[in-house]
């Protein structure tokens, strides 16, 4: 039974919708592993977010990349803590994957 699950995981259709949010997208490693996912086809929308402005640039980049992934940004503001949860609490809630980039 393992080897089976096993053959599936590896097989080219296995995987097909892929939702994944970047947190810390405008950071420095960031930004390269946004355009790295951007690239895998399994990937089909591709969320940045991050507190610093520069993720609306970074989104905008990683969008031109001509893949079938769609890309959108939240921008986190921590005026109140409660907006920055909210945000949060949804770009997680919309992916399947969540990688946190400190």
Do not use: C, E, W
């Not at 402005?53 to 803590?81: E, M, R, W």
């Amino acid at each position: 039974m393992l080897f089976a699950a096993a053959r599936r995981a590896f097989h080219a259709s296995a995987v097909s919708n892929v939702k994944v949010a970047v947190l810390g997208a405008a950071g420095g490693i960031g930004q390269p592993l946004s355009l790295l996912l951007k690239d895998i086809d399994a990937i089909t929308h591709l969320s940045l977010v991050d507190r610093a402005p520069d993720v609306i640039g970074v989104a905008a980049d990683v969008g031109h990349v001509n893949t079938k992934a769609k890309v959108g940004y939240i921008l986190l503001i921590f005026l109140k803590a409660l907006l920055g949860v909210l945000s949060l609490g949804h770009a997680t809630k919309i992916s399947q994957r969540t990688h946190i980039l400190l």
